[in-house]
């Protein structure tokens, strides 16, 4: 079965990352449901229309992934509005950058809150609500291989969502679900050297806000491509394509690094 004109379900849709995996997607011929944080929903609105007026099929949900409620209600709409889940995209969302020592209890309860417990409240409702033969793709970092300084939480919720996936591949294969996880690394859609991602002791816009923030929005590890060039969100774009097809229905399980060779 070719997996085409199905509905993907992609959290935090609005950072450049989250956005780039919305209209590859929707150019492929899903619908797209961009779903974001009430902080997003004016970006979310902005990238549907987008998407629309170039001919694609989108919509927009608004979310709080820390909310089992809402997450179910999240998966309610979409059944009652397309008549099924085909593929879920969750990108982390919370990016706040602390030094070990500087490390604050709710930075750390937020950041695993948003991307720990997030991702639990969507992989249960996918468990029973995704169509049989779905796609689950998880995105983390590059920082859980090689973590910098700040990136405490940040990697440590970003492991933690590998781990879920690889449990969930296990436990979802049986209706033909595959569940992978894309490690990336930092995304400049300007082409320069700079990622904009926070620095110690900073919090990237949108910190905190579950489904709102930036894809890989913790500490930047700075490990330059053999490539000779940064990161695209486009380049993360294209491998999630290629997972939620059928040329990647033997594909699960796996932790996938999406860097350019960075970390290699």
């Known amino acids: 079965m070719e ?49 629309m007026a170039a001919g694609c099929s989108a919509s927009t949900h608004q979310v709080d992934l820390t909310r089992a409620d809402q997450v179910a209600d999240l998966f ?17 969302t ?58 405490a939480a940040f990697a440590a919720s970003m492991a933690a969502r590998e781990t879920l996936g690889k449990v969930a591949a296990k ?11 894309l490690r990336i690394g930092p995304a400049d859609p300007a082409g320069t050297a700079s990622d904009g991602l926070p620095s110690p002791g900073q919090t990237s816009a949108g910190a905190g806000a579950a489904g709102g923030g930036a894809a890989g929005g913790g500490p930047a590890p700075v490990h330059p491509s053999p490539l000779g060039r940064p990161g695209q969100p486009q380049d993360v774009a294209d491998v999630v394509s290629f997972l939620v097809s059928d040329a990647a229905r033997w594909i699960t399980g796996q932790v996938i690094s999406v860097d350019g060779g960075a970390t290699a």
């Open 171 to 181: 436990e979802f294969g049986t209706r033909g679900i595959t569940v992978n996880s």
């Open 3 to 51: 997996l085409t004109g199905n509905v993907a379900v992609v959290t935090a849709g609005t950072h450049d990352v989250g956005a780039a995996i919305c209209q590859r997607l929707a150019t492929d011929g899903h619908h797209v449901v961009v779903a974001c944080h009430t902080a997003a929903a004016a970006a979310a609105r902005d990238l549907v229309a987008e998407l």
């Open 94 to 151: 919370d990016g706040t950058a602390r030094l070990v020592a500087e490390l604050e209890t709710d930075v750390l309860d937020q950041a695993l809150a948003v991307n720990v417990r997030g991702t639990v409240h969507l992989l249960r409702e996918a468990s029973s609500r995704l169509a049989e033969w779905g796609r689950i793709v998880i995105l983390t970092s590059t920082v859980v291989a090689a973590p910098t300084a700040g990136s």
């Open 76 to 92: 309610d709409e979409v059944l009652a509005d397309y008549g099924r889940v085909d593929f879920l995209v969750s990108s982390p």
